[in-house]
């Protein structure tokens, strides 16, 4: 991350020793250490945090998608004609020869115009 080798390290180690003396050294470094770790916790605490918003974001976004979504299909069903349940008869089978309905009135003679 911060591309730092031993050598650098131990630059930094030999200069604190001779700026701090070596009875403040230990209690620097515990200090330091303390210091290191809460800022770690606290950096992993808001990442959690920000990916936690990040998921609920994502998941109100597809719930968003999935009403538009079902609003449309509803939109969609509404606008189309209904289908009929079961096929027409008297539209679908050819027109039959109207039956007389007595025999009188059924004669050899064609009606004159």
Not at 15 to 23: I, K, R
Not at 60 to 65: F, I, K, T, V
């Amino acid at each position: 991350m911060f591309d730092i080798g031993f050598s650098e390290l131990l630059l930094v180690g030999l200069v604190a020793l001779l700026v701090l003396g070596p009875e403040r050294l230990p209690v620097a470094a515990r200090m330091a250490g303390l210091w290191i770790g809460r800022l770690k916790r606290s950096f992993n605490t808001l990442k959690t945090e920000v990916e936690r918003e990040i998921g609920a974001d994502e998941i109100r976004r597809q719930l968003h998608n999935e009403r538009i979504l079902e609003l449309e299909r509803e939109m969609k069903q509404s606008l189309q004609p209904p289908a009929p349940s079961a096929p027409d008869e008297t539209a679908t089978s050819p027109a039959a020869p109207p039956q007389p309905a007595s025999p009188a009135a059924h004669s050899d003679k064609t009606p004159s115009p």
